[in-house]
């Protein structure tokens, strides 16, 4: 399969046209359930109602009886219909400007594919990092961090550029499963790599599609703006320490039996001279990223917002060829995050504006009344972390969560900004657990490296460390730019 189709394929969100009534019906009786219940003191009718519609669309992503689109204009459609909200509140989201910048960043992703950019970084990296185990593993995950700012689609990343250069380095080392050899290199650097893709989803709000969402929900839930760039600065210590020393804790738990790996740098350096200098498109795209990446940094200081820096790159990708409006057309990824996006946000800001988030967070402020505001922050932010146990989404998780969370954590005495930030990283490392978690994990679990019982024995000692280290080198860091 080329690295293009899977990136298609393999989307996260973008699963394949499954029909399941059996699951619907139970999605909608758990909003009928809920809509009949009687509505709490505090709270209008009308947020009730929609409530119950957002429920059962966020359990239709779970259960997922319809691919996430149709759940999503179905829960839209019920809000008019419900007369819940009017159409043009119910359209709302499509106006979004988050919305439209990972919708933008999926087809900057697309350049790096279509162009072998991507690629071409990855080999750049085993070239020169991998002639052992460790220093390939490290070159793997670093060359997904470079590539991270402008691929919003974990899984088109990690799966649909990574992972089938992870392929090629087992199957150049002669590690199957299908032999009993996948402990040479294969087990370790499955492992490595989607552990490190979760800390480079956290290090960029761009590096994952629901990461804009996440921004929404802190400007809706307390009016906390997160830019780019804040995003990114306070990531970006934490981050690179958990780069740096996941894959050790890997190597050494559960390490491969070739240490030295000569042959994949030698392969790497195959493949680049196969591909030959670089093509004229692959400098355009370069070039792109380059400015796209100024513009999403100093955007502020520029006067230009993270959604209009993105249309500067998209522009230039349309005016230099690199890309083909047929292109735009066949970029499937990113219209269907529009639809199930724009429901979400659509819902989401409504509830807020109803009141409902208000009400819950007075409710749950009561319940951790007297806690010391950090302790109680702490103990909120690891239930969040492992409540992914029971999502195989992490878009369905941060929606279902992550606003509530965030109103409770602040009415318990959380620094605001401190608190979305962290809950935002969460977001993202809490995939680590499971062989289910978020898309690209199906992808690296499913080549049959790992076995289940020892994936989730690793996953859970990583998570262990993703805290020790995100509350501890990142609240220092966090201390030092004044976040707490």
Known sequence: MTEEKRQNNSNNDNEAEQVNYKRLLVAIAAGVIIWLMPTPEGVTPEAWQLFSIFVATILGFILRPFPMGVIAFLGITTTVITNTLTIDEALSGFANSTIWLIVIA??????????????????????RFGKKTLGLSYALNFSNLVLGPTIPSNTSRAGG?????????????????DD?????????????????????CAMFMTAMAANPLIVEFASDVAGIQITWTRWFTAALVPGLATLLIVPYVIYKIYPPEVKETPEASDMASEELDKMGALKTSEK??????????????????????????????????????????????SEKGAWNTLVWFAALVMMAGYLNELGLVDWFTEFMGEVVAGWPGMMAFLVLAVVYYYSHYFFASMTAHITAMYGAFLGVSIAAGAPPMLAALVLAFFSNLFASTTHYGTGTAPIYFGAGFVPQKT??????????????????????????????
């Not at 900057?108 to 080999?123: C, E, P």
């Not at 370790?188 to 480079?200: E, I, W, Y």
């Open 284 to 329: 355009f795209m370069m070039l792109t990223f380059i400015v796209v990446l100024v513009l999403w940094i100093f955007g502020e200081q520029l006067g230009v917002g993270g959604t209009a820096g993105g249309l500067i790159g998209l522009c230039l990708l349309l005016l230099t060829r690199v890309l083909s409006w047929e292109d735009i057309k």
């Open 180 to 200: 009993g050899t996948e402990r040479k290199v294969g087990s370790f650097l499955m492992k490595s790599v989607f552990q490190g893709d979760l800390a480079v």
């Open 106 to 127: 999926f087809f900057l992703a697309r350049g790096f594919i279509k162009t072998g950019l991507g690629r071409r970084i990855s080999y750049v990296f085993i070239k």
């Open 161 to 177: 550029i990574v992972f089938p250069i992870v392929r090629s380095i087992c199957d150049t080392f002669d590690s199957n499963p």
């Open 455 to 484: 994936w989730w024995k690793t996953g859970f000692m990583i998570s262990v460390i993703h805290i020790i280290l995100w509350v501890t080198i990142g609240g220092a860091w966090w201390k030092l730019l004044g976040l707490w």
